[in-house]
């Protein structure tokens, strides 16, 4: 069983950037695919980013792509998030996922979550 524990959220204007991390312990964290997903005030859960096991695959959310990255560093038992030229409707609480086997868009299937990271961007 893995623990996940998201951090490098904050405050910060259009047009900025952040870079969120997804510490996990506890489990082989090479072993999982890994996801980000967020959650405005008042929506649903919504699915960002994921990528395989080894990091050798990817794949965004249209509203995020060609803004944001995802990646991994297995040795640090780690995943991140790059979001650039952030907009005011990326404010969210943003989560990590991970899961052994699902690499789908559903919150739903997905084992595994860390408690959350607040990113606002103002206007």
């Known amino acids: 069983q893995v623990q996940l524990v998201e951090s490098g959220g904050g405050l910060v204007q259009a047009g900025g950037s952040l870079r969120l991390s997804c510490a996990a312990s506890?489990?082989?964290?090479?072993?999982?695919?890994m996801a980000w997903f967020r959650q405005a005030p008042g929506k649903e859960r919504e699915f960002v980013a994921h990528?395989?096991?080894?990091?050798?695959?990817?794949y965004y959310a249209d509203s995020v792509k060609g803004r944001v990255t995802i990646s991994r560093d297995n040795p640090k038992n780690t995943v991140y998030l790059q979001m650039n030229s952030l907009k005011p409707e990326d404010t969210a609480v943003y989560y990590c996922a991970a899961d052994m086997y699902y690499s789908g868009r559903s919150a739903a299937e997905y084992d595994y979550w860390g408690q959350g990271t607040q990113v606002t961007v103002s206007s």
């Open positions: 990528i395989t096991e080894s990091g050798s695959f990817t």
């Open positions: 506890g489990g082989t964290f090479r072993r999982y695919r």
